[in-house]
């Protein structure tokens, strides 16, 4: 039978036998809205709580605005599957795996799956942010399932945000109309939303608002750099972990006026005179409208005044970031070498003359840093650079300007583990990144680090697989329980530091600790001025 009100109260986390001694029909726990109640079975001890809301519906005259406080609900609110996945696009042969309830603009909803037996634990708190470009993801995805992570004494939350036109759209008219006097960043607003939303209730989840971690991959690695950085949440987190991506180097915020502008210039392509207009759009007209213009014009994160105030670097130089542990890290094949080479046959003349193309005014400087002689060395020379220019770059400086100013250790890791070969389910055709890969693709590793091999059954795993898992989801959960990945049973990870020879953790079956042999490439590389035609490299 149900469990009463008044043991909700007593209790927090309602789960078997609280009170009885016998297992309830249902779990239930008062949040500050009211009262969650799931009926899905627990799992290995871990009890889940889907699709709880975050935000009101982002709908209406709140399509671009930041979320608004969630109305008290009466009664009991089933907690048992998860929210819609917010409005997107996904491209043939995309990577995602979604599990959330359809597709709809009223998508401000996140999950919970909590080990804890009562409300009184102060478990620490794992939260992560999905990637995807800031274009597309989900919070449902089983990649991110956190299942796993809670059988390891964590409580963890897995959000949704809004992506693309909806998430990151800037507009004149929007920047009157709000109380900041900003307007675009609305997918990072909800993410801050979601942190809120963490402080005030997790507690009654077992878990404890002052260890709370936020974590990420790709698009989910450059927010929880922003997490980091900006002044709205940099005192809400306790740990930051990155997996590819940061807002510094080879990516940078747009300032606000270009991002305005091209807001402006998108309304117009798509027939829209005024902001009235947009949203009188439905959301699939709206996607539509946009797709048929081809264009992305004003869907960048920007220096809003409001959520980022300067450039990312501009917070770190400053030291004015969260003072909190980080741990960051990239894969090996982030981008493959036909990103440098094209189609060219990969010899050490190709390589050089691709070096020119994309460095005409600092070639010298990057052959003496990429210098192959034979083609193993000259896909293996592109393959790092290709990935260096699209987002490893970025993130080992982030990484380095952090442990700079923070006065707090940063941990660094370079993920090389190969996945297998995609094998797939019938009527569904394998991610773009899995063909041919010469290293560990980008996102390659999140299955491994969250512990959810098992949850995608697309890839035939073999032991050195679990133990790369076992491994990477070993310093994760140190590192959420104490900031350091550091514990019995893996290879001892030194800071990234000078005095420790800037090594990093290398990531594979035998992981092990090693000087960072990529550094004097990206110094090199951090060195050259962005340029039209590549520069640096970019996204």
Known sequence: ???????????????????????????RVKIANGVLESTAPARNGVRSFKGIPFGQPPVGVLRWREPQPVKNWAGVRNADKFGPTCMQRLAPNNDYWMRGDGMSEDCLYLNVWTPAKTGNEKLPVFVYIFGGGFQNG???????????????????????????????????????????????????????????????????????????????????SMSVSLLVTSPLTKNMIAGAICESGSYVSNATLTPFADSEKSGAKLAEAVGAPNLAALRALSATQLQEAVQKAGIRLGLGVNVDGYFMTKQQSEVLEAADQAKIPLMAGSNSEESGARSVLGQAEPTPE??????????????????????????????????????????????WKFTEMHAKTSGKPAYRYFYTRVRPKFLGTPGQPPPQNSVAARGAVH?????????????????????????????????????????????????????????????????????????????????????????????????
């Open 1 to 27: 039978m149900n469990t009463s009100i008044a043991a909700i109260s007593a209790c927090g986390v309602i789960l078997a036998g609280c009170l009885t001694g016998q297992a309830p029909a249902a779990d």
């Open 138 to 220: 989900d919070g449902s995805e089983p990649r991110y399932d956190g299942e796993a992570m809670a059988r390891k004494g964590i409580v963890t939350v897995a959000i949704n945000y809004r992506t693309n036109i909806f998430g990151f759209f800037a507009h004149p008219e929007l920047t009157q109309e709000s109380p900041h006097h900003a307007s675009g960043n609305y997918g990072l607003l909800d993410q801050y939303a979601a942190l809120k939303w963490v402080q005030e209730n997790i507690a009654a989840f077992g878990g404890d608002p002052k260890r709370v971690t936020v974590g990420g991959e790709s698009a989910g």
């Open 350 to 395: 190709n390589f050089v003359a691709a070096i020119k193309r994309l460095y005409p005014n600092d070639a010298d400087k990057v052959l003496k840093v990429y210098n192959p002689k034979t083609a193993d060395e000259v896909l293996d020379a592109a393959m790092a650079l290709a990935s260096a220019r699209f987002i490893a770059l970025g993130t």
């Open 443 to 539: 996102s390659a590793e999140i299955q491994y680090a969250m512990g959810n091999l098992d949850l995608d059954t697309r890839y035939p795993w073999d032991q050195d697989d679990r133990k790369v898992s076992q491994t990477m989801q070993g310093y994760f959960v140190n590192f959420i329980k104490t900031g350091n990945p550091n514990g019995a049973g893996l290879p001892k990870w030194p800071p990234y530091e000078a005095k420790t020879n800037y090594q990093r953790m290398n990531i594979n079956a035998v992981s092990k600790a090693e000087p960072d042999t990529d550094r004097p490439a990206y110094l090199v590389l951090d060195s050259i001025p962005p340029s039209p035609n590549g520069g640096r490299g970019g996204r």
